[in-house]
């Protein structure tokens, strides 16, 4: 009974320690992710009004890594906090081993290893799908939809420059209109007090009202100057085509396995590396929580970040050496996941059995007479 109690009680601290270091880091992540769509927005990546769909999209695609970092935190403050409130001791007092700790913890953490899992493989590129549909939408829009009252805006065939004053709210409308035009060897400039969008047979027209047109021979350089009281200029309608490019962090798993380039073995590899990650991190975590005195409360849990953030920046270095072919995907898995669960292991089963270098004592001289 005194067991089973135990391990209740740490699954249960385990849980809360979790559960506020995850809303904790899911709150950094999106303050993060929010300034930065927002200058992506305003620098014409995204549209501004989807900013806060692209920001949840982007808050759960880090949610594997959030979710490794929160347990890996969550299981090095539990036992820290037990070793320092002498819980532990009289855990290992009673005959019981470190390694006694992998049941309640592999009971509490293996839920969390099987969301990781399928966010991995299956939520992470239908969340990057859908970031990169709205960035293609919004760069095949067309030419009205582009345009932004106050700011000059380039057509989508880089030809033509609009800019409006002040438009309507449904943007059908705009005064002040000033347009400039470039081709077949000819530069337009064209003026306007008013102009209406309007749809005339199958084509999509700018009406411009009251202006002036100055038409000038980039060649010759003659140029014509005309009034008008009504002028209409086609402009281009909204691309709906499918995306031309389809990266690699949009594919799914069998698209992957069947297609098996660098670039998809490389994706595959981060991929997995984020589940063997988080397997490895609970080791980790079971075998560096202690107290040292001379070190302070901290100590643990910043050692535990920096192991953290060499681990995940050796899967960035690993996913770009197996894109460029310096290493195989399945020599990269073995030696960086399954080098670090065999130092995890050794280090714990050195630690539940209390082994200690010790250096044999020199003999102090005998003095002589």
């Known amino acids: 009974m005194g067991p089973m109690?135990?391990?209740?009680?740490?699954?249960?601290?385990?849980?809360?320690?979790?559960?506020?270091?995850?809303?904790?880091?899911?709150?950094?992540?999106?303050?993060?992710?929010l300034i930065r769509t927002l200058s992506e927005a305003t620098r014409g990546v995204f549209n501004p009004a989807d900013v806060m769909i692209i920001m949840g999209y982007t808050v759960l695609s880090d949610l594997p890594t959030i979710l490794a970092l929160s347990l890996f935190i969550a299981i090095v403050g539990v036992l820290t906090r037990m070793y320092r409130d002498s819980e532990m001791v009289i855990w290992l007092g009673?005959?019981?081993?470190?390694?006694?700790?992998?049941?309640?913890?592999?009971?509490?953490?293996?839920?969390?290893?099987?969301?990781?899992?399928?966010?991995?493989f299956v939520v992470l590129p239908w969340a990057f799908g859908r970031i990169e549909d709205l960035r293609?939408?919004?760069?095949?829009?067309?030419?009205?939809?582009?345009v932004q009252a106050g700011q000059f805006q380039e057509s989508a065939s880089g030809d033509r420059v609009f800019f409006i004053e002040k438009e309507s709210g449904d943007k059908q409308t705009g005064t002040h209109v000033f347009m400039v035009t470039r081709e077949a060897g000819k530069e337009t400039i064209t003026s306007a007090a008013r102009g209406t969008v309007q749809v005339i047979g199958a084509d999509k027209f700018l009406v411009?009202?009251?202006?002036?047109r100055l038409e000038k021979s980039l060649d010759k350089g003659d140029s014509t100057v005309s009034t008008f009281?009504?002028?209409?200029?086609?402009?281009?309608?909204?691309?709906?085509?499918?995306?031309?490019?389809?990266?690699?962090?949009?594919?799914?798993?069998?698209?992957?396995?069947?297609?098996p380039t660098p670039a998809n073995r490389a994706e595959l590899a981060w991929r997995a590396g984020l589940f063997f990650a988080s397997v490895n991190l609970m080791f980790i975590g079971l075998g560096?929580?202690?107290?040292?005195?001379?070190?302070?409360?901290?100590?643990?849990?910043?050692?535990?970040?920096?192991?953290?953030?060499?681990?995940?920046?050796?899967?960035?270095?690993?996913?770009?050496?197996?894109?460029s072919n310096q290493v195989t995907m399945g020599a990269y898995l073995l030696a960086l996941h399954g080098g670090v669960l065999a130092l995890s292991l050794i280090w714990l089963t050195v630690?539940?059995?209390?082994?200690?270098?010790?250096?044999?004592p020199t003999l102090a001289p005998k003095a002589t007479a």
Request: aromatic fraction near 10%.
């Open 229 to 259: 009281e009504r002028y209409a200029a086609r402009i281009g309608a909204d691309n709906a085509s499918s995306r031309s490019t389809t990266p690699t962090s949009t594919l799914t798993l069998v698209a992957l396995l069947q297609d």
């Open 136 to 146: 293609d939408q919004y760069e095949k829009r067309g030419d009205i939809a582009r």
């Open 208 to 212: 411009l009202e009251n202006g002036q």
């Open 351 to 360: 630690r539940h059995n209390h082994w200690a270098l010790r250096l044999r």
């Open 5 to 33: 109690l135990f391990h209740s009680s740490i699954r249960k601290e385990l849980a809360r320690t979790f559960g506020a270091t995850l809303v904790v880091l899911v709150t950094v992540v999106m303050t993060m992710t």
């Open 94 to 120: 009673s005959g019981r081993g470190l390694v006694s700790l992998l049941r309640p913890l592999v009971r509490f953490c293996w839920p969390i290893f099987v969301v990781v899992f399928a966010l991995a």
């Open 288 to 323: 560096v929580s202690g107290v040292n005195p001379r070190v302070g409360r901290t100590g643990n849990l910043v050692f535990a970040f920096l192991a953290f953030v060499v681990y995940f920046n050796l899967l960035v270095l690993g996913k770009s050496w197996i894109e």
